[in-house]
Protein backbone atom coordinates (compact mmCIF):
# COMPACT_ATOMS: atom_id res chain seq x y z
CA UNK A 1 0.00 0.00 0.00
CA UNK A 2 1.48 3.25 -1.03
CA UNK A 3 1.16 4.71 2.75
CA UNK A 4 0.73 8.47 1.83
CA UNK A 5 0.35 10.51 4.57
CA UNK A 6 -3.32 10.82 4.92
CA UNK A 7 -3.44 6.87 4.85
CA UNK A 8 -0.99 6.71 7.78
CA UNK A 9 -3.03 9.61 9.79
CA UNK A 10 -6.28 7.38 9.01
CA UNK A 11 -4.66 3.98 10.49
CA UNK A 12 -2.79 5.83 13.28
CA UNK A 13 -6.53 7.40 14.15
CA UNK A 14 -8.48 4.16 13.71
CA UNK A 15 -5.72 2.65 16.39
CA UNK A 16 -6.16 5.11 18.61
CA UNK A 17 -9.99 4.76 18.63
CA UNK A 18 -9.76 1.14 18.93
CA UNK A 19 -7.40 0.98 21.72
CA UNK A 20 -10.55 3.53 23.43
CA UNK A 21 -12.84 1.06 22.50
CA UNK A 22 -10.78 -1.77 24.46
CA UNK A 23 -9.71 0.00 27.22
CA UNK A 24 -12.46 2.79 28.10
CA UNK A 25 -14.55 -0.45 29.56
CA UNK A 26 -12.47 -1.95 32.03
CA UNK A 27 -11.37 1.41 33.30
CA UNK A 28 -15.02 2.38 33.90
CA UNK A 29 -15.10 -0.56 36.26
CA UNK A 30 -11.52 0.71 37.69
CA UNK A 31 -12.93 4.10 38.11
CA UNK A 32 -16.34 3.02 39.55
CA UNK A 33 -14.56 0.79 42.74
CA UNK A 34 -12.78 4.51 43.91
CA UNK A 35 -16.16 6.44 43.48
CA UNK A 36 -17.85 7.42 46.59
CA UNK A 37 -21.41 6.97 45.47
CA UNK A 38 -21.16 3.01 45.71
CA UNK A 39 -23.88 2.75 43.24
CA UNK A 40 -23.56 2.74 39.34
CA UNK A 41 -24.52 6.01 38.28
CA UNK A 42 -22.28 8.31 35.96
CA UNK A 43 -20.44 10.09 36.28
CA UNK A 44 -18.71 9.48 39.98
CA UNK A 45 -19.21 11.57 42.41
CA UNK A 46 -15.59 11.34 44.55
CA UNK A 47 -13.13 9.21 45.45
CA UNK A 48 -12.88 6.62 48.29
CA UNK A 49 -10.71 3.80 49.34
CA UNK A 50 -14.13 2.57 51.49
CA UNK A 51 -15.09 -0.40 49.24
CA UNK A 52 -11.62 -1.55 48.94
CA UNK A 53 -11.14 -1.88 52.99
CA UNK A 54 -15.17 -3.38 53.07
CA UNK A 55 -13.95 -5.95 49.65
CA UNK A 56 -10.86 -6.71 52.16
CA UNK A 57 -13.53 -7.40 55.21
CA UNK A 58 -16.00 -9.74 53.31
CA UNK A 59 -15.75 -12.91 54.26
CA UNK A 60 -17.03 -14.35 51.40
CA UNK A 61 -14.88 -12.65 48.38
CA UNK A 62 -11.67 -13.80 50.60
CA UNK A 63 -12.52 -16.78 50.66
CA UNK A 64 -13.31 -16.54 47.10
CA UNK A 65 -9.90 -15.06 45.93
CA UNK A 66 -8.34 -17.65 48.18
CA UNK A 67 -10.00 -20.52 46.72
CA UNK A 68 -9.15 -19.19 42.67
CA UNK A 69 -5.53 -19.34 43.96
CA UNK A 70 -5.46 -22.31 44.97
CA UNK A 71 -7.24 -23.41 41.86
CA UNK A 72 -4.98 -21.95 39.88
CA UNK A 73 -1.96 -22.72 41.16
CA UNK A 74 -3.44 -26.20 41.25
CA UNK A 75 -3.98 -26.59 37.54
CA UNK A 76 -0.77 -24.57 36.53
CA UNK A 77 1.49 -27.22 38.52
CA UNK A 78 -0.56 -30.30 36.33
CA UNK A 79 -0.23 -28.57 33.05
CA UNK A 80 3.33 -27.97 33.75
CA UNK A 81 4.38 -31.59 33.81
CA UNK A 82 1.71 -32.82 31.26
CA UNK A 83 2.77 -29.83 28.98
CA UNK A 84 6.35 -29.60 29.10
CA UNK A 85 6.27 -33.53 28.93
CA UNK A 86 4.30 -33.41 25.42
CA UNK A 87 6.50 -30.60 23.49
CA UNK A 88 9.77 -32.93 24.85
CA UNK A 89 8.40 -35.74 22.84
CA UNK A 90 6.51 -33.94 20.02
CA UNK A 91 9.25 -31.61 19.53
CA UNK A 92 12.46 -34.14 19.88
CA UNK A 93 11.05 -37.32 18.17
CA UNK A 94 9.45 -38.46 15.11
CA UNK A 95 7.00 -41.14 15.49
CA UNK A 96 2.82 -42.23 14.07
CA UNK A 97 0.76 -39.31 14.60
CA UNK A 98 2.90 -36.29 16.49
CA UNK A 99 0.88 -34.00 14.27
CA UNK A 100 -2.58 -35.63 15.84
CA UNK A 101 -1.24 -35.18 18.85
CA UNK A 102 -1.50 -31.02 18.63
CA UNK A 103 -4.49 -30.91 17.29
CA UNK A 104 -5.58 -33.72 20.58
CA UNK A 105 -3.93 -31.16 23.42
CA UNK A 106 -5.34 -27.81 21.62
CA UNK A 107 -9.13 -29.32 21.49
CA UNK A 108 -10.41 -29.18 25.29
CA UNK A 109 -9.41 -25.18 24.53
CA UNK A 110 -11.03 -24.74 21.36
CA UNK A 111 -14.32 -26.90 21.97
CA UNK A 112 -17.65 -24.80 23.51
CA UNK A 113 -17.07 -24.00 27.52
CA UNK A 114 -20.49 -25.42 27.83
CA UNK A 115 -19.95 -28.92 26.16
CA UNK A 116 -16.99 -29.35 28.37
CA UNK A 117 -18.29 -27.84 31.55
CA UNK A 118 -21.65 -30.23 31.03
CA UNK A 119 -19.01 -33.59 29.95
CA UNK A 120 -17.17 -32.57 32.77
CA UNK A 121 -19.93 -32.40 35.37
CA UNK A 122 -21.78 -36.02 34.05
CA UNK A 123 -18.64 -37.58 34.45
CA UNK A 124 -18.23 -36.58 38.16
CA UNK A 125 -21.83 -37.86 38.67
CA UNK A 126 -21.47 -40.89 36.77
CA UNK A 127 -18.27 -42.05 38.17
CA UNK A 128 -19.56 -40.49 41.79
CA UNK A 129 -16.39 -38.74 42.38
CA UNK A 130 -17.11 -34.92 44.15
CA UNK A 131 -17.19 -31.60 42.52
CA UNK A 132 -15.51 -28.77 44.77
CA UNK A 133 -12.19 -27.78 44.40
CA UNK A 134 -10.01 -31.02 43.17
CA UNK A 135 -13.07 -31.10 40.48
CA UNK A 136 -11.95 -27.33 39.36
CA UNK A 137 -8.64 -28.22 39.35
CA UNK A 138 -8.87 -31.41 37.09
CA UNK A 139 -11.28 -29.29 34.66
CA UNK A 140 -9.10 -26.13 34.53
CA UNK A 141 -5.82 -28.80 33.49
CA UNK A 142 -7.46 -29.81 30.77
CA UNK A 143 -7.03 -26.57 28.75
CA UNK A 144 -4.24 -25.10 30.72
CA UNK A 145 -2.22 -27.78 29.66
CA UNK A 146 -2.02 -26.44 26.03
CA UNK A 147 -0.56 -23.08 27.27
CA UNK A 148 2.71 -24.39 28.96
CA UNK A 149 2.52 -27.11 25.83
CA UNK A 150 2.28 -24.11 22.82
CA UNK A 151 5.06 -21.77 24.74
CA UNK A 152 8.12 -25.00 25.18
CA UNK A 153 6.52 -26.57 21.73
CA UNK A 154 7.62 -22.90 20.22
CA UNK A 155 11.07 -22.68 22.13
CA UNK A 156 12.31 -26.38 21.50
CA UNK A 157 11.40 -25.62 17.73
CA UNK A 158 13.12 -22.48 18.06
CA UNK A 159 16.36 -23.32 19.74
CA UNK A 160 18.74 -25.74 17.43
CA UNK A 161 19.49 -29.81 18.89
CA UNK A 162 23.01 -29.50 18.19
CA UNK A 163 23.65 -28.27 21.26
CA UNK A 164 22.53 -31.11 22.82
CA UNK A 165 24.25 -33.69 20.21
CA UNK A 166 27.45 -31.95 21.36
CA UNK A 167 25.83 -32.72 25.03
CA UNK A 168 25.91 -36.16 24.01
CA UNK A 169 29.14 -36.31 21.99
CA UNK A 170 31.38 -34.57 24.81
CA UNK A 171 29.99 -38.22 26.98
CA UNK A 172 27.12 -36.61 29.06
CA UNK A 173 24.17 -39.34 29.22
CA UNK A 174 20.58 -38.22 28.24
CA UNK A 175 19.62 -37.11 31.77
CA UNK A 176 22.41 -34.90 32.47
CA UNK A 177 22.00 -33.49 28.41
CA UNK A 178 18.68 -32.81 29.95
CA UNK A 179 19.57 -31.13 33.10
CA UNK A 180 22.40 -28.85 31.88
CA UNK A 181 21.38 -28.66 28.09
CA UNK A 182 18.00 -28.36 27.33
CA UNK A 183 15.98 -27.49 30.49
CA UNK A 184 18.00 -24.15 31.08
CA UNK A 185 16.83 -23.22 27.56
CA UNK A 186 13.33 -24.54 27.96
CA UNK A 187 12.98 -22.92 31.74
CA UNK A 188 11.49 -19.11 30.70
CA UNK A 189 9.31 -20.85 28.36
CA UNK A 190 7.44 -23.20 30.68
CA UNK A 191 7.35 -19.86 33.45
CA UNK A 192 5.46 -17.85 30.81
CA UNK A 193 3.21 -20.94 29.81
CA UNK A 194 2.81 -21.50 33.47
CA UNK A 195 2.28 -17.70 34.10
CA UNK A 196 -0.95 -18.22 30.97
CA UNK A 197 -2.05 -20.86 32.38
CA UNK A 198 -2.37 -19.32 35.73
CA UNK A 199 -4.61 -16.42 34.01
CA UNK A 200 -6.53 -18.60 32.40
CA UNK A 201 -7.73 -20.37 35.42
CA UNK A 202 -7.90 -17.70 37.41
CA UNK A 203 -10.04 -16.11 35.07
CA UNK A 204 -12.45 -18.98 34.35
CA UNK A 205 -15.55 -19.45 34.91
CA UNK A 206 -17.67 -21.17 31.82
CA UNK A 207 -16.47 -24.51 33.03
CA UNK A 208 -15.96 -23.79 36.47
CA UNK A 209 -19.67 -22.71 37.15
CA UNK A 210 -20.49 -26.70 36.13
CA UNK A 211 -18.09 -28.75 38.88
CA UNK A 212 -17.64 -25.94 41.32
CA UNK A 213 -20.10 -27.92 43.68
CA UNK A 214 -20.23 -24.93 46.44
CA UNK A 215 -17.22 -24.16 46.14
CA UNK A 216 -17.08 -20.17 44.86
CA UNK A 217 -14.02 -19.18 43.15
CA UNK A 218 -13.91 -15.18 42.41
CA UNK A 219 -15.62 -15.57 38.80
CA UNK A 220 -18.61 -17.33 40.19
CA UNK A 221 -18.60 -14.95 43.01
CA UNK A 222 -18.46 -12.31 40.95
CA UNK A 223 -21.30 -13.83 38.50
CA UNK A 224 -23.16 -14.76 41.41
CA UNK A 225 -23.01 -11.00 42.61
CA UNK A 226 -24.89 -9.75 39.22
CA UNK A 227 -27.72 -10.54 40.89
CA UNK A 228 -27.11 -9.21 43.94
CA UNK A 229 -28.26 -5.15 44.04
CA UNK A 230 -26.25 -4.44 47.35
CA UNK A 231 -22.56 -6.02 46.65
CA UNK A 232 -22.42 -3.38 43.15
CA UNK A 233 -19.67 -1.54 44.89
CA UNK A 234 -17.86 -5.02 46.02
CA UNK A 235 -18.00 -6.52 42.41
CA UNK A 236 -15.96 -3.24 41.44
CA UNK A 237 -13.12 -4.37 43.65
CA UNK A 238 -13.74 -7.75 43.01
CA UNK A 239 -13.27 -7.11 39.53
CA UNK A 240 -10.30 -4.32 39.75
CA UNK A 241 -8.44 -7.75 41.73
CA UNK A 242 -9.76 -10.14 39.01
CA UNK A 243 -8.44 -7.73 36.36
CA UNK A 244 -4.63 -7.40 38.22
CA UNK A 245 -4.12 -11.16 38.96
CA UNK A 246 -5.01 -12.16 35.05
CA UNK A 247 -3.09 -9.32 33.62
CA UNK A 248 0.17 -8.95 35.51
CA UNK A 249 0.82 -12.73 35.45
CA UNK A 250 0.34 -12.23 31.33
CA UNK A 251 2.17 -8.95 31.41
CA UNK A 252 5.58 -11.02 33.07
CA UNK A 253 4.77 -13.78 30.13
CA UNK A 254 5.21 -11.57 27.83
CA UNK A 255 8.70 -10.20 29.07
CA UNK A 256 9.95 -13.59 29.15
CA UNK A 257 8.88 -15.34 25.47
CA UNK A 258 9.75 -12.76 22.68
CA UNK A 259 7.43 -15.15 20.62
CA UNK A 260 4.07 -13.10 20.93
CA UNK A 261 2.27 -15.77 18.82
CA UNK A 262 2.11 -18.27 21.80
CA UNK A 263 0.41 -15.88 24.46
CA UNK A 264 -2.80 -15.87 22.63
CA UNK A 265 -5.01 -18.40 23.95
CA UNK A 266 -4.36 -21.24 21.00
CA UNK B 1 38.47 -35.30 50.10
CA UNK B 2 36.83 -35.07 53.33
CA UNK B 3 33.40 -33.58 52.42
CA UNK B 4 32.63 -36.53 50.83
CA UNK B 5 30.82 -39.18 52.82
CA UNK B 6 29.59 -41.16 50.82
CA UNK B 7 32.46 -43.86 49.30
CA UNK B 8 33.14 -43.74 45.93
CA UNK B 9 32.10 -47.29 44.74
CA UNK B 10 28.61 -46.16 46.07
CA UNK B 11 28.63 -43.17 43.57
CA UNK B 12 30.01 -45.28 40.96
CA UNK B 13 27.16 -47.73 41.44
CA UNK B 14 24.05 -44.93 41.87
CA UNK B 15 25.85 -43.35 38.52
CA UNK B 16 25.98 -46.11 36.41
CA UNK B 17 22.64 -46.79 37.50
CA UNK B 18 21.70 -43.57 35.91
CA UNK B 19 23.78 -44.07 33.26
CA UNK B 20 22.99 -47.38 32.10
CA UNK B 21 18.90 -46.02 32.29
CA UNK B 22 19.85 -43.54 30.12
CA UNK B 23 21.84 -46.03 27.80
CA UNK B 24 18.90 -48.05 27.70
CA UNK B 25 16.33 -45.19 26.85
CA UNK B 26 18.40 -43.99 24.09
CA UNK B 27 18.09 -47.08 22.65
CA UNK B 28 14.79 -47.37 22.97
CA UNK B 29 13.11 -44.48 21.55
CA UNK B 30 9.64 -45.37 21.48
CA UNK B 31 9.64 -46.68 25.17
CA UNK B 32 11.06 -42.64 25.44
CA UNK B 33 8.23 -41.62 23.50
CA UNK B 34 5.46 -43.89 25.66
CA UNK B 35 6.89 -42.30 28.90
CA UNK B 36 6.98 -38.78 27.98
CA UNK B 37 3.48 -39.18 26.05
CA UNK B 38 2.20 -41.86 28.38
CA UNK B 39 0.59 -39.43 31.25
CA UNK B 40 -0.22 -36.33 28.88
CA UNK B 41 -2.26 -38.54 26.49
CA UNK B 42 -3.49 -40.98 29.49
CA UNK B 43 -4.96 -37.45 31.80
CA UNK B 44 -6.23 -36.16 28.28
CA UNK B 45 -8.39 -39.26 27.28
CA UNK B 46 -9.20 -40.11 30.75
CA UNK B 47 -10.64 -36.72 31.56
CA UNK B 48 -11.40 -34.69 28.64
CA UNK B 49 -12.54 -37.67 25.64
CA UNK B 50 -13.75 -39.79 28.55
CA UNK B 51 -16.26 -36.91 29.71
CA UNK B 52 -17.09 -36.07 25.96
CA UNK B 53 -18.12 -39.79 25.55
CA UNK B 54 -20.44 -40.17 28.38
CA UNK B 55 -21.64 -36.87 27.28
CA UNK B 56 -22.35 -38.30 24.33
CA UNK B 57 -23.41 -41.88 25.76
CA UNK B 58 -26.18 -39.68 27.35
CA UNK B 59 -27.48 -38.58 24.42
CA UNK B 60 -29.23 -41.63 23.73
CA UNK B 61 -30.88 -42.71 27.07
CA UNK B 62 -34.50 -41.61 27.83
CA UNK B 63 -35.45 -39.35 30.82
CA UNK B 64 -38.42 -40.02 32.97
CA UNK B 65 -40.66 -37.21 32.38
CA UNK B 66 -42.06 -37.62 36.08
CA UNK B 67 -39.27 -38.08 38.25
CA UNK B 68 -36.59 -36.29 35.78
CA UNK B 69 -34.54 -39.53 36.15
CA UNK B 70 -32.43 -40.37 33.44
CA UNK B 71 -33.55 -44.35 32.07
CA UNK B 72 -31.00 -46.09 30.58
CA UNK B 73 -33.16 -47.58 27.40
CA UNK B 74 -31.39 -46.56 24.00
CA UNK B 75 -33.55 -44.04 22.18
CA UNK B 76 -32.55 -41.46 19.50
CA UNK B 77 -35.46 -39.49 20.41
CA UNK B 78 -33.61 -36.43 21.82
CA UNK B 79 -31.80 -36.18 18.62
CA UNK B 80 -35.43 -35.75 16.53
CA UNK B 81 -36.02 -33.40 18.95
CA UNK B 82 -33.23 -31.42 18.01
CA UNK B 83 -35.26 -30.31 15.04
CA UNK B 84 -38.06 -28.46 16.93
CA UNK B 85 -39.09 -25.36 15.27
CA UNK B 86 -37.40 -23.27 19.02
CA UNK B 87 -33.91 -25.09 18.65
CA UNK B 88 -33.52 -24.24 15.15
CA UNK B 89 -34.65 -20.57 15.79
CA UNK B 90 -31.92 -20.87 18.62
CA UNK B 91 -29.65 -22.05 16.01
CA UNK B 92 -29.61 -19.79 13.20
CA UNK B 93 -30.28 -17.31 15.34
CA UNK B 94 -26.74 -18.33 17.13
CA UNK B 95 -25.16 -19.11 13.69
CA UNK B 96 -26.14 -15.44 12.66
CA UNK B 97 -24.65 -13.63 15.70
CA UNK B 98 -21.41 -15.74 15.57
CA UNK B 99 -21.09 -14.40 11.37
CA UNK B 100 -21.95 -10.63 12.83
CA UNK B 101 -19.47 -10.67 14.94
CA UNK B 102 -16.70 -12.60 13.33
CA UNK B 103 -17.42 -9.90 10.12
CA UNK B 104 -17.25 -7.18 12.43
CA UNK B 105 -13.92 -8.10 14.62
CA UNK B 106 -12.29 -8.20 10.65
CA UNK B 107 -13.16 -5.05 9.87
CA UNK B 108 -12.63 -3.20 13.29
CA UNK B 109 -9.51 -4.80 13.28
CA UNK B 110 -7.70 -4.69 9.91
CA UNK B 111 -6.25 -1.01 10.31
CA UNK B 112 -5.25 -1.63 14.05
CA UNK B 113 -3.23 -4.46 12.66
CA UNK B 114 -2.50 -3.21 9.80
CA UNK B 115 -0.86 0.15 11.53
CA UNK B 116 1.13 -2.37 13.99
CA UNK B 117 2.56 -5.01 11.02
CA UNK B 118 2.86 -2.09 8.69
CA UNK B 119 3.89 1.36 9.69
CA UNK B 120 4.64 1.35 13.67
CA UNK B 121 8.40 1.33 14.37
CA UNK B 122 9.24 -2.04 15.94
CA UNK B 123 9.14 -0.30 19.66
CA UNK B 124 5.78 0.91 19.19
CA UNK B 125 4.92 -2.48 17.33
CA UNK B 126 5.77 -4.20 20.48
CA UNK B 127 3.99 -1.61 23.14
CA UNK B 128 1.05 -2.56 20.85
CA UNK B 129 0.93 -5.83 20.87
CA UNK B 130 1.27 -6.04 24.39
CA UNK B 131 -1.89 -3.27 24.89
CA UNK B 132 -4.09 -5.69 23.20
CA UNK B 133 -2.92 -8.97 24.56
CA UNK B 134 -3.89 -7.15 28.11
CA UNK B 135 -7.85 -7.27 27.28
CA UNK B 136 -7.62 -10.30 25.70
CA UNK B 137 -6.69 -11.43 29.40
CA UNK B 138 -8.18 -9.37 31.41
CA UNK B 139 -11.56 -11.22 33.54
CA UNK B 140 -13.68 -12.00 30.71
CA UNK B 141 -16.72 -11.67 33.96
CA UNK B 142 -15.68 -7.78 34.45
CA UNK B 143 -15.36 -6.85 30.43
CA UNK B 144 -19.05 -7.98 30.20
CA UNK B 145 -19.93 -6.28 33.76
CA UNK B 146 -18.32 -3.28 32.03
CA UNK B 147 -21.03 -3.00 29.65
CA UNK B 148 -23.48 -4.27 31.82
CA UNK B 149 -22.84 -0.76 33.41
CA UNK B 150 -22.22 0.96 29.71
CA UNK B 151 -25.98 -0.05 28.39
CA UNK B 152 -27.92 0.47 31.78
CA UNK B 153 -30.81 2.94 31.79
CA UNK B 154 -28.65 5.29 33.94
CA UNK B 155 -25.39 4.17 32.45
CA UNK B 156 -22.56 6.48 30.92
CA UNK B 157 -23.61 5.63 27.27
CA UNK B 158 -27.39 7.50 27.74
CA UNK B 159 -25.84 10.14 29.62
CA UNK B 160 -23.00 10.72 26.56
CA UNK B 161 -26.03 10.31 24.46
CA UNK B 162 -28.46 12.85 26.01
CA UNK B 163 -27.14 15.60 24.61
CA UNK B 164 -28.06 14.90 21.23
CA UNK B 165 -31.49 14.10 22.28
CA UNK B 166 -30.74 10.06 21.83
CA UNK B 167 -30.43 6.85 23.24
CA UNK B 168 -27.86 3.52 23.02
CA UNK B 169 -29.42 0.32 22.16
CA UNK B 170 -29.69 -1.14 25.73
CA UNK B 171 -30.00 -4.92 26.75
CA UNK B 172 -30.70 -6.83 23.92
CA UNK B 173 -29.56 -8.47 20.55
CA UNK B 174 -27.88 -5.28 19.20
CA UNK B 175 -26.14 -4.32 22.52
CA UNK B 176 -25.50 -8.18 22.76
CA UNK B 177 -23.66 -8.06 18.72
CA UNK B 178 -21.34 -4.88 20.79
CA UNK B 179 -20.75 -6.68 23.45
CA UNK B 180 -19.60 -9.63 21.77
CA UNK B 181 -17.44 -7.52 19.19
CA UNK B 182 -15.55 -6.00 22.67
CA UNK B 183 -15.18 -9.39 23.82
CA UNK B 184 -13.77 -10.82 21.03
CA UNK B 185 -12.00 -8.49 19.43
CA UNK B 186 -8.00 -8.76 20.05
CA UNK B 187 -8.72 -12.88 19.03
CA UNK B 188 -9.12 -11.66 15.54
CA UNK B 189 -6.32 -8.76 15.71
CA UNK B 190 -3.37 -10.72 16.79
CA UNK B 191 -3.46 -13.37 14.36
CA UNK B 192 -4.47 -10.73 11.45
CA UNK B 193 -1.24 -8.78 12.63
CA UNK B 194 0.96 -11.73 12.46
CA UNK B 195 -0.20 -12.59 9.03
CA UNK B 196 0.38 -9.02 7.84
CA UNK B 197 3.68 -8.72 9.48
CA UNK B 198 4.46 -11.90 7.40
CA UNK B 199 3.48 -10.16 4.16
CA UNK B 200 6.66 -9.16 2.08
CA UNK B 201 6.95 -5.25 1.17
CA UNK B 202 8.47 -6.22 -1.79
CA UNK B 203 5.03 -7.11 -3.29
CA UNK B 204 2.88 -4.63 -2.11
CA UNK B 205 5.75 -1.39 -3.48
CA UNK B 206 5.71 -4.15 -7.04
CA UNK B 207 2.24 -3.33 -6.75
CA UNK B 208 2.35 0.56 -6.47
CA UNK B 209 5.10 0.35 -9.26
CA UNK B 210 2.71 -0.97 -11.57
CA UNK B 211 0.56 1.52 -11.03
CA UNK B 212 -1.89 0.04 -8.47
CA UNK B 213 -4.32 2.62 -5.92
CA UNK B 214 -3.89 1.97 -2.30
CA UNK B 215 -7.32 0.40 -3.02
CA UNK B 216 -6.43 -1.62 -5.70
CA UNK B 217 -3.29 -3.10 -3.72
CA UNK B 218 -5.56 -3.88 -0.90
CA UNK B 219 -8.31 -5.51 -2.77
CA UNK B 220 -5.23 -7.54 -5.04
CA UNK B 221 -3.03 -7.81 -2.64
CA UNK B 222 -2.99 -7.90 0.97
CA UNK B 223 -6.34 -9.08 1.52
CA UNK B 224 -5.69 -12.67 -0.30
CA UNK B 225 -2.44 -13.08 1.21
CA UNK B 226 -3.68 -11.97 4.68
CA UNK B 227 -7.18 -14.00 4.23
CA UNK B 228 -5.46 -17.55 5.93
CA UNK B 229 -5.18 -15.18 8.82
CA UNK B 230 -8.25 -13.58 8.86
CA UNK B 231 -9.73 -17.18 8.95
CA UNK B 232 -7.77 -17.60 11.57
CA UNK B 233 -8.80 -14.73 13.72
CA UNK B 234 -12.34 -15.76 12.61
CA UNK B 235 -12.44 -19.42 14.16
CA UNK B 236 -12.15 -17.99 17.64
CA UNK B 237 -14.73 -15.13 17.25
CA UNK B 238 -16.83 -17.22 15.99
CA UNK B 239 -16.65 -20.54 18.33
CA UNK B 240 -16.28 -18.51 21.31
CA UNK B 241 -19.70 -16.30 20.35
CA UNK B 242 -21.34 -20.04 19.49
CA UNK B 243 -20.39 -21.75 23.11
CA UNK B 244 -21.15 -19.03 25.04
CA UNK B 245 -24.16 -18.94 27.56
CA UNK B 246 -23.03 -16.20 30.00
CA UNK B 247 -22.95 -13.05 27.84
CA UNK B 248 -26.09 -13.68 26.64
CA UNK B 249 -27.64 -14.31 29.80
CA UNK B 250 -26.50 -10.92 31.15
CA UNK B 251 -27.05 -8.59 28.48
CA UNK B 252 -30.05 -10.11 26.11
CA UNK B 253 -32.06 -12.66 28.52
CA UNK B 254 -34.56 -11.93 26.65
CA UNK B 255 -33.33 -14.04 23.76
CA UNK B 256 -32.04 -17.53 23.59
CA UNK B 257 -28.93 -18.62 22.00
CA UNK B 258 -27.83 -21.97 21.77
CA UNK B 259 -25.51 -21.86 24.53
CA UNK B 260 -28.04 -20.91 27.19
CA UNK B 261 -30.69 -22.98 25.64
CA UNK B 262 -28.41 -26.35 26.66
CA UNK B 263 -27.70 -25.02 30.29
CA UNK B 264 -31.20 -24.59 30.64
CA UNK B 265 -32.28 -28.09 29.36
CA UNK B 266 -29.24 -29.43 31.36
CA UNK B 267 -30.41 -27.48 34.50
CA UNK B 268 -34.33 -29.02 34.08
CA UNK B 269 -32.90 -31.90 34.57
CA UNK B 270 -32.83 -33.29 31.34
CA UNK B 271 -29.40 -34.32 30.56
CA UNK B 272 -30.31 -36.56 27.80
CA UNK B 273 -31.68 -33.27 25.76
CA UNK B 274 -28.89 -31.47 26.82
CA UNK B 275 -26.12 -33.54 25.53
CA UNK B 276 -28.16 -34.21 22.51
CA UNK B 277 -28.37 -30.52 21.78
CA UNK B 278 -24.29 -29.96 22.77
CA UNK B 279 -23.33 -31.89 20.19
CA UNK B 280 -24.96 -29.33 17.49
CA UNK B 281 -22.52 -26.55 18.25
CA UNK B 282 -19.19 -29.29 18.47
CA UNK B 283 -20.39 -30.38 15.36
CA UNK B 284 -21.08 -26.44 13.70
CA UNK B 285 -17.29 -26.09 14.65
CA UNK B 286 -15.71 -28.99 14.13
CA UNK B 287 -17.10 -28.57 10.21
CA UNK B 288 -15.87 -24.72 10.53
CA UNK B 289 -12.44 -25.99 11.59
CA UNK B 290 -12.28 -28.14 8.87
CA UNK B 291 -13.51 -25.70 6.00
CA UNK B 292 -10.60 -23.32 8.01
CA UNK B 293 -7.89 -25.94 7.56
CA UNK B 294 -8.85 -26.18 4.00
CA UNK B 295 -8.43 -22.42 3.36
CA UNK B 296 -4.73 -22.36 5.28
CA UNK B 297 -5.62 -20.74 8.07
CA UNK B 298 -4.03 -23.40 10.64
CA UNK B 299 -0.55 -22.24 8.56
CA UNK B 300 -1.38 -18.65 9.85
CA UNK B 301 -2.12 -19.33 13.52
Not at chain 1, 81 to 109: K, Q, Y
Not at chain 1, 169 to 195: C, E, H, K, N, W
Request: net charge positive.
Amino acid sequence: MKSGRVGRLGLLLATVAVLLFMYLPLSMVIAYAFNRSGTQVWPPTGFTLQWVSDALANRGLRDAFTASVEAALGATAIAIVLGSLAALAVSRHRFFGRDTVSFLIVLPISLPGVVTGMALSTTFATTDLPLGLVAIVVAHATFCVVLVYNNVLARMRRISSTLEEASGDLGADSFQTFRFVTFPQMRTAILAGALLAFALSFDEVIVTFFVAGGVKTLPVWILESFRLANQVALVNVAGLAAILLSVIPVYLATRLTSDSSTIGRT
Amino acid sequence: MTKIDVPIAEVAAGRSFRRNLAVGLERRPRLRIVLLLGLPLLALFLVYFGSLAILFLNAFWQRDTFTGFIIRDFTLENFLDLGRPVFITVTLRTVAMAVAVTLTCAVIAFPIAYYMARVASPRVRGALVVAVLMPLWASYLIKIYSWKLILSEDGVLNWALSPLGIKGPGFGEIGLWVVFTYLWLPYMILPLFAGLERIPSSLIEASSDLGARTLTTFRKVILPLAFPALIAGSIFTFSLTLGDYITPNQIASGKQFIGNLILSDFGVPNLPLAAAEAFVPLAIIVVYLLIARRLGAFEAL
